[in-house]
Every structure is written in structure tokens, then in C-alpha cells.
């Protein structure tokens, strides 16, 4: 799918075809939308192969932030952007690579799935141009990283909070999903900011104040999201050291307990056992022996069990 958007006094508005400082964005593209794309921001057909296996690449979900300079003044972008996750990938968040090309007039954005950063920005207002659209845009990704972070901020809260009830392994499983999430987000996070970083040392991006304002913020922000990141993974990490512990010592205190019952039981099965063999026994002739030899028994148990409590083993 392509769509054309232009930003105008009231906001963005979409068209029906591509005008002059506009922004095309496509979505899961087909080849008749990729050469159509080509032809929009003056692609030789000598480049196209080249420029068709960059827009090919970005359905590699594992494809790494990059910047290289095409033909005719031509800029590839690929940043990697926050994704809450719809599938049955075992994470609850994720990044996808966001492919942006800037030419002349025009800034086109690629992604092989919906995201988030794009239905953002559909809603932004501000003045176009490509190269400080280029970096709203790489700001609007940083932003939602850290959008995305308060909210796992939020789930580890409750999910810590339900921890302290019980240890299930429902919630468990839930905080190693969150850490596979926030492994995905460090390593992005990380490739995107030596990204930014070489931006910023370009001319092109930093030709006038505002754009290097953004470039400040962004380098800022992506920071703080690093950071960020970082904290609630060793949160998560000293999180499963602690219940590991506590499940180990309410192990340690079952074991215990049991095997003091046992040692308290085993007093009045031996009484039992002897009082079983077909030998002459103490008040075997009594009509009382049965109440004689309970009695024996229940003040042999209470005594090793008042010991054995005394002794912090129960």
C-alpha cells in the first residue's frame, strides 16, 4: 500500500498522488509499488537493482540501522523502531526496521508491517522539510521507545506485586518475556544511536539551528532510553535472583518441617512396632494397656517435638 501525505496549516492531508515536499509512506510494498517509487524520487535504472534490494532488505526483521548515500543526492535511512507485539513470538515487544529515503522535494518512508512510529506521526504538525522531517521522525522513534518502557515499567510493578503472593510460574514466564523485550530494545537502541551519532557529524543534517536542536534532543533522549533500558533489565535480573532464593529457603524451611514430623511420628510407630512382636511385653495382662501405651507415646512426641521447636527445627 503507498499513501501520499503533505503537511499543511491544518495538519497532515493525505492525496490521491504524489506532489512536490510531500512524504510517501508504503506499506508492505509489491514490485509495481517499488518501481513506482523509484520513478517519484528519480531512481536510474542503472540504481534500481541496487535501490530494490534496500527497499528488499527491510523485510528482514533483523536488518541493522545504516546510512549511505544513493545516486543523484539520494540518502537511504534504516533506524529500528518499538512494536508491541501481535503474534506468538514469546515477547511482548519488539523492533522492526524502518527504512526512510530522502531526495529531492520528497521523503519517502518503507516498513514490511504496521508501525507505531508512522501512525504517530500521521498526527504531527509542523513545518515540512525533508531533512527536519527526516529527524522529527527519528525522534518521534526515540520518544516511543520510551513510550513503550513506561509501560513495561508498569507491568513489572504489577507483576512484582503479584510475586510477592505467590511464586507461579505464570508471572515468572511473563518477567522472562519482558527481558527478552528489553534485550531486543538495548541492542536497537544501541545501533540506532551510532546511527544518530554519525548524523550528527554531517553537514547536510546540521545546516541549520533547529535541525541541530533535534539532533541534541534526539542524541539526548535515545540515551535516556538506553539507560532506561538497562535499569529494567537488572531490575528484572535481581527480580528472578530473589525469587529464586526465596523459592530455595521455602524449600529448605518444607524439607525441614517434614523430616522434624517424621522424627516426631516415628516415636510413637516404634512404641507400635514393639509392642507388635509375640514376646512378653510391660502391661500386656492390663485392661488398660491400650490408653497405658498411648499415653507413653503422645508424652514421648510432645517432648521431642518441644525440642526439636526449641531448637528452631519446626
Known amino acids: 500500500m503507498i499513501e501520499y501525505f503533505r503537511i499543511t496549516q491544518d495538519g497532515l492531508k493525505e492525496f ?3 506532489i512536490k515536499n510531500s512524504w510517501i509512506h508504503l506499506t508492505n510494498p509489491d514490485d509495481k509499488e517499488i518501481i513506482l517509487l523509484s520513478k517519484i524520487i528519480g531512481v536510474t535504472e542503472d ?3 541496487d535501490f530494490n534490494n534496500d527497499i528488499q532488505s527491510l523485510s528482514d526483521t533483523e536488518e541493522i540501522p545504516m546510512f549511505e548515500r544513493k545516486d543523484n543526492s539520494i540518502l537511504f535511512i534504516i533506524i529500528r523502531t518499538p512494536q508491541e507485539s501481535t503474534g506468538t513470538s514469546g515477547q511482548d515487544y519488539l523492533t522492526i526496521p524502518l527504512g526512510i529515503i530522502y531526495s529531492k522535494n520528497y521523503v519517502a518512508t518503507i516498513c514490511y508491517s504496521k508501525n507505531t512510529v508512522i501512525e504517530r506521526m500521521k498526527f504531527k504538525k509542523f513545518k515540512f522539510n525533508e531533512i527536519y522531517f ?4 527519528m525522534l ?10 513506561k509501560e513495561i515499567d508498569r507491568r513489572l510493578k504489577k507483576l512484582e506485586h503479584k510475586l510477592e503472593e505467590s511464586q507461579r510460574n505464570t508471572e515468572m514466564v511473563n518477567l522472562l518475556d519482558i527481558q527478552k523485550s528489553l534485550v531486543y530494545f538495548n541492542t536497537s537502541l544501541i545501533n540506532n544511536h551510532i546511527l544518530f551519532e554519525r548524523i550528527s557529524r554531517s553537514k547536510l543534517f546540521t545546516s541549520t539551528e533547529d535541525n541541530e536542536d533535534i539532533i541534541s534532543d534526539l542524541l539526548d533522549e535515545n540515551k535516556q532510553a538506553i539507560q532506561t533500558t538497562q535499569i529494567y533489565s537488572d531490575n528484572i535480573t535481581h527480580t528472578l535472583t530473589v ?4 523459592i530455595s529457603n521455602n524449600l529448605n524451611r518444607i ?3 517434614l523430616t522434624s514430623m517424621s522424627i516426631v511420628v516415628a516415636i510413637p510407630t516404634l512404641i507400635a512396632s514393639l509392642y507388635g512382636m509375640n514376646i512378653g511385653l510391660p502391661f500386656q495382662n492390663s485392661p488398660a494397656a491400650f490408653w497405658i501405651i498411648i499415653f507413653f507415646s503422645i508424652i514421648f512426641s510432645t517432648i521431642i517435638g518441644i525440642f526439636l521447636w526449641k531448637k528452631k527445627l519446626f
Do not use: E, Q
Open 243 to 246: 525469587i529464586s532464593s526465596m
Open 140 to 149: 518521534a522513534s526515540s520518544r516511543s521507545y520510551l513510550y513503550f518502557l
Open 47 to 49: 540504481n534500481f537493482d
Open 16 to 18: 490521491i498522488k504524489p
Open 134 to 137: 527526516i529527524l522529527r521522525f
Open 255 to 257: 524439607v525441614k518441617f
